[in-house]
């Protein structure tokens, strides 16, 4: 059984940072890819960014480019998400999911575990 807890979510202002983790239970934890995704009410799961197994290959939504920052630390069993200069518009839950697939997936059926959320709220 594979468990995912997310937290560092809060409410911060336009223009802030936060950095999310994603601590997992899984064993080995460096056989998973990792991604994030985030959930606004009455809208589709959407990707983030994803991380490979031992963290040398990242990937991202176009919408975070820049701005956001996937890292993993395998001696904690932990991903981080490192959201720079957020926007209103990117206020929702923040999710961690296990990738099950050997490429990168960005689609959520290509996850497997996911974990609970997080809600990120930004105000303007």
């Known amino acids: 059984q594979v468990q995912l807890a997310e937290s560092g979510g809060g409410l911060v202002h336009t223009g802030a940072s936060l950095r999310l983790s994603c601590a997992a239970s899984?064993?080995?934890?460096?056989?998973?890819?990792i991604a994030w995704f985030r959930q606004t009410p009455g809208k589709e799961r959407e990707f983030v960014a994803a991380?490979?197994?031992?963290?040398?290959?990242?990937y991202y939504a176009d919408s975070v480019k820049g701005r956001f920052t996937i890292s993993r630390d395998n001696a904690k069993n932990t991903v981080y998400l490192q959201m720079n200069t957020l926007k209103p518009e990117e206020t929702a839950v923040y999710y961690c999911?296990?990738?099950?697939?050997?490429?990168?997936?960005?689609?959520?059926?290509?996850?497997?575990?996911w974990g609970q959320g997080t809600q990120v709220i930004v105000s303007s």
């Open positions: 899984a064993r080995p934890f460096t056989a998973y890819a």
């Open positions: 999911a296990r990738r099950k697939v050997n490429y990168e997936a960005t689609n959520e059926g290509d996850f497997d575990y």
């Open positions: 991380i490979s197994s031992n963290g040398g290959v990242t």
